[in-house]
C-alpha cells in the first residue's frame, strides 16, 4: 500500500516529464514534510539553475502539468519556488480505511535479499557484560525488522570459541572434573571458572605447561581434547542463553557460528593471498599492506593473518568468515553489528577481500559495519562497578525487573503477585532496550535507570503504558484488543472531522515508509522517535476526541478504527525492536 510522500513522489515526477521533458521525469522532485502544508516539492529550485530558468515560473509549469485532483485538496506555489500539497481529507481517510485490512500495516515487501547479521559475540568462559547490551539488542532489532520487510536474514553469533585460553580452562576444568560444581559455574557466573583457571596458570608453573601442551593438542585436532573444549562450550551456551532468554531476543544454538567454525580455512585464506600478492611477509609474519591505510609518519599499518610464530589472530578469522559468508551463505548484506573502536580492522578487513576478488567490484555484495558506541555512567565513563570491572549484564537486568516491580507494586496493589511479576519483567527488560534503541547505535549514551523508566518522554514504558491505555478503552467498550482479535476487529470506515484525527490518520500511514527507512538506513532509532510521535499524536486525539462516547455510533465507530489501527501500529512496531507490550500496566 503506498505511502502518501510516495504517491506524491510519482505524481510529481510525471508532472516533471509533461512540463519539463521526459529526460526530467526520473528527477528527484524533494518531497518532504512542511510546515505550511502536509509536503512540499522542492524540485523546482534545483531544475530551475540546469534550466536557466526563473524557479517560480519552474514550479509554475510543474503545476500546470500536476494530476493530483483526486489526492490533494490545495496545491500552492511559495517562496522562491516551493510547491505545498495539502492532502484532501477524504484521501487520507480511505487511505487509513485500507490499513485496517492490511496485515502488514502499510509496510511493503521489499525485494528478498540475503543478509547475515554478526551480533551479540560474547566469549566462551567469561560473564556476558554491559558492554555485550547494545550490540545484542541492536543486531535483534534490526533482525527482526529486515525479517518483516521480506528479508532472508541469517543470524549470526560469532562466539569466541577458540584460542590459546582455552588450554588453561581445559586443563582447570580437568583438574575440577566435567560434573562439579566448579564446572557448572560455567552455567551461571563463568567469570568465577576463568578466573580460578587464570590463577592458577599464573601462579603453578607445571599448570601453566600443559595449559600450553593443551593448546597445541586442541589445534592439532586431537579428540579427546576437543571433547574437553566442547563441554566448555556447551556449559558456556546454556549460560548465554539464560541472558538470551531475560533479554528476550531471538538468538538460538541454531545461530552459533563462533571462531572455531573457520579454523579449516585459516590457512587455505592465508595462501590464497600470498600467492596473489596481497600479502607478503614482513618481521616473519604474513602481512596484507593496504593503500590508504597508514599510521604515524605516513608509514602503512599491516593487517597481520598470520604471526611471526605461525599463529592466526582476529585478521585471519574474520577474513575467513567474511569470504564464507560471500561464497557459501550467498550474502546480499552482511551486516557486523560491532563496536565502533572495530571500524578500522573491518575497513581493512573489507578492502582485503575487495582486493582479493571475494567482494564483486559491482558493490552486489556489501559489507556493513554497524557501529556501536558506548554505554557510559553518570560520571560520562565507560559504565563499570565502582571497582572499575565491567558490571555483568544479567545483573543489570535483574535491577531494571526489581525496580520495575517496585513501581508496579506501588501502583497495582491489587494485581496478584504473578501477574506484577510479568509486567515488571517486560516494563523493566523493555525499558533497558528501548534506552538504548531511542538514541542512534553509534553514538553514547549515559545509563539511568530513572529516565529509562519514566511514564513520561521518550521511553519505553511510556508506549508500553500508551498500549495498554488503548486496551483498556476496548475492554470499557466490551471490544477485543485488535492486536489480539486480528484485522477483523474493527472494519468500519475512517471519517475524519477534528485536526487532531487528521494528524494521527497521517501518522499512521507513515509506519511502513518508517519500517522500510529503518530497513535501508539500519537505525532503529528512526522507528522509536516514531513510535514516539505516533503515541503524541493519539494523546492528543483521546483528549479532544471521545471515542466510547462520539456524538452517534458512525463516529465511534470510525474513532475506535484510528484507535485500533494505533494499538496495533504501537504492538507491531514495539515488536520489531524487541519490546513487548504488557497487556495492562
Given at each position: 500500500m503506498p505511502d502518501p510522500q510516495s504517491v506524491l513522489t510519482h505524481r510529481v515526477q510525471a508532472a516533471l516529464g509533461a512540463a519539463l521533458g521526459t529526460e526530467y521525469s526520473d528527477a528527484d522532485p524533494v518531497i518532504r514534510p512542511s510546515q505550511f502544508a502536509d509536503f512540499q516539492a522542492n524540485a523546482a529550485l534545483a531544475l530551475a539553475k540546469k534550466l536557466g530558468r526563473n524557479p517560480r515560473e519552474v514550479a509554475t509549469d510543474i503545476v500546470a502539468a500536476l494530476d493530483v485532483a483526486d489526492i490533494c485538496q490545495e496545491v500552492e506555489i511559495s517562496g522562491p519556488g516551493f510547491v505545498n500539497l495539502t492532502l484532501s481529507d477524504d484521501w487520507i481517510a480511505a487511505e487509513t480505511t485500507r490499513l485496517l485490512d492490511d496485515p502488514g500495516l502499510g509496510v511493503l515487501p521489499q525485494e528478498a535479499q540475503r543478509i547475515p547479521i554478526d551480533y551479540s559475540a560474547p566469549n566462551v568462559a567469561k560473564e556476558m557484560h554491559v558492554g555485550h547490551l547494545r550490540t545484542t539488542v541492536v543486531g535483534d532489532a534490526l533482525a527482526r525488522t529486515l525479517e518483516f520487510l521480506g528479508h532472508h536474514v541469517i543470524r549470526q553469533n560469532h562466539v569466541g570459541d577458540w584460542g590459546t585460553p582455552f588450554g588453561m580452562l581445559i586443563e582447570h576444568l580437568l583438574d575440577v572434573g566435567a560434573d562439579s560444581a566448579q564446572a557448572h559455574q560455567l552455567e551461571s557466573d563463568p567469570n568465577a571458572f576463568y578466573q580460578a583457571a587464570r590463577a592458577k596458570f599464573d601462579a603453578d608453573e607445571d599448570f601453566a605447561g600443559r595449559a600450553r601442551e593443551r593448546v597445541v593438542a586442541m589445534q592439532g585436532g586431537d579428540p579427546d581434547t576437543l571433547h574437553y573444549w566442547r563441554t566448555l562450550v556447551d556449559l558456556s551456551t546454556t549460560y548465554f542463553n539464560k541472558?538470551?532468554?531475560?533479554?528476550?531476543?531471538?538468538?538460538?544454538?541454531?545461530?552459533?557460528?563462533?571462531?572455531?567454525?573457520?579454523?579449516?580455512?585459516?590457512?587455505?585464506?592465508?595462501?590464497?593471498?600470498?600467492?596473489?600478492?596481497?600479502?607478503?611477509?614482513?618481521?616473519?609474519?604474513?602481512?596484507?599492506?593496504?593503500?590508504?591505510?597508514?599510521g604515524r609518519e605516513g608509514r602503512p599499518v599491516p593487517l597481520i593473518i598470520r604471526k611471526s610464530d605461525g599463529g592466526y589472530g582476529y585478521a585471519t578469522t574474520d577474513l575467513a568468515t567474511l569470504k564464507y559468508r560471500i561464497e557459501q551463505?550467498?550474502?546480499?548484506?552482511?551486516?557486523?553489528?560491532?563496536?565502533?573502536?572495530?571500524?578500522?580492522?573491518?575497513?581493512?578487513?573489507?578492502?582485503?577481500?575487495?582486493?582479493?576478488?571475494?567482494?564483486?567490484?559491482?558493490?552486489?555484495?556489501?559489507?556493513?559495519?554497524?557501529?556501536?558506541?558506548?554505554?557510559?555512567?553518570?560520571?560520562?565513563?565507560?559504565?563499570?562497578?565502582?571497582?572499575?570491572?565491567?558490571?555483568?549484564?544479567?545483573?543489570?537486568?535483574?535491577?531494571?525487573?526489581?525496580r520495575?516491580?517496585?513501581?508496579?507494586?506501588?501502583?497495582?496493589?491489587?494485581?496478584?503477585?504473578?501477574?506484577?511479576?510479568?509486567?515488571?519483567?517486560?516494563?523493566?527488560?523493555?525499558?533497558?532496550?528501548?534506552?538504548?534503541?531511542?538514541?542512534s547505535h553509534d553514538s553514547e549514551y549515559v545509563f539511568d535507570f530513572d529516565r529509562m523508566l519514566a511514564l513520561n518522554g521518550n521511553t519505553g514504558p511510556?508506549?508500553?503504558?500508551?498500549?495498554?491505555?488503548?486496551?483498556?478503552i476496548f475492554r470499557k467498550g466490551g471490544f477485543t484488543p485488535p492486536s489480539q482479535a486480528g484485522t477483523d476487529a474493527i472494519a468500519a470506515p475512517v471519517a475524519l472531522g477534528a485536526a487532531s484525527e487528521r494528524a494521527l490518520a497521517l501518522a499512521l500511514l507513515e509506519f511502513g515508509p518508517t519500517v522500510a527507512e529503518v530497513g535501508s538506513t539500519l537505525q532503529p532509532h528512526r522507528l522509536c522517535s516514531y513510535l514516539f510521535g505516533l503515541a503524541q499524536a493519539f494523546t492528543t486525539f483521546y483528549e479532544e476526541c471521545p471515542v466510547l462516547r462520539a456524538e452517534d455510533a458512525a463516529q465511534r465507530d470510525s474513532r475506535l478504527a484510528l484507535t485500533a489501527l494505533t494499538e496495533r501500529v504501537l504492538v507491531q512496531g514495539l515488536a520489531l525492536l524487541g519490546v513487548r507490550a504488557p497487556a495492562q500496566m
Open positions: 541472558v538470551y532468554r531475560k533479554l528476550d531476543v531471538t538468538l538460538t544454538n541454531e545461530d552459533l557460528a563462533g571462531e572455531s567454525t573457520y579454523n579449516d580455512r585459516l590457512a587455505g585464506v592465508c595462501a590464497e593471498l600470498e600467492n596473489s600478492g596481497i600479502a607478503e611477509i614482513s618481521d616473519g609474519a604474513l602481512c596484507v599492506f593496504l593503500e590508504g591505510h597508514t551463505l550467498a550474502a546480499d548484506r552482511i551486516l557486523y553489528v560491532v563496536g565502533a573502536a572495530q571500524s578500522l580492522h573491518l575497513r581493512m578487513v573489507f578492502d582485503t577481500a575487495r582486493a582479493a576478488g571475494w567482494l564483486p567490484p559491482d558493490d552486489s555484495v556489501e559489507p556493513i559495519h554497524v557501529q556501536i558506541g558506548n554505554v557510559l555512567g553518570s560520571d560520562g565513563k565507560i559504565l563499570r562497578t565502582r571497582s572499575g570491572e565491567p558490571i555483568r549484564l544479567m545483573t543489570l537486568l535483574d535491577e531494571a525487573i526489581e520495575a516491580g517496585k513501581v508496579v507494586a506501588e501502583t497495582r496493589p491489587e494485581l496478584d503477585e504473578d501477574t506484577r511479576a510479568e509486567i515488571a519483567r517486560d516494563v523493566g527488560i523493555g525499558a533497558v532496550k528501548y534506552a538504548d534503541l531511542a538514541v511510556y508506549l508500553q503504558y500508551a498500549v495498554a491505555r488503548i486496551r483498556s
